[in-house]
Nanobody
């Protein structure tokens, strides 16, 4: 299975972006799906997660600003990012597990200007 994240870009502080993640197999609705990010010079960090049952969880630094969701019919995962801050600048990745292996898609760059 392959994942592909897209929708990144350049936005001003306080702005919004919506990231999308598509999968080559119909797994979005049933798998635990996650968003992660990696800023320059920093380790990759977890951002948000949605389970097959639809439960969501968020890292403290995005809770209340970001929303993870999915469209089962479109087999697409989303990350709605509001009230963006310069410290949100990073490459964002979607991730799942498939047959016991971590599957990462190529990231999409999000840059928040101050």
């Amino acid at each position: 299975v392959q994942l592909q994240a897209f929708g990144g870009g350049l936005v001003q502080t306080g702005g919004s972006l919506r990231l999308s993640c598509g999968a080559s197999r119909r797994i979005i609705s049933s798998n635990v799906m996650g968003w992660y990010r990696q800023a320059p010079g920093k380790e990759r960090e977890w951002v948000a997660r949605i389970t097959g049952g639809g439960s969501t969880s968020y890292a403290d630094f995005v809770r209340g600003r970001f929303t993870i969701s999915r469209d089962n019919a479109k087999n697409t995962l989303y990350l709605q990012m509001n009230s963006l801050k310069p410290e949100d600048t990073a490459v964002y990745y979607c991730k799942t597990m498939y047959w016991g292996r971590d599957i990462w898609g190529p990231g999409t760059q999000v840059t928040v200007s101050s």
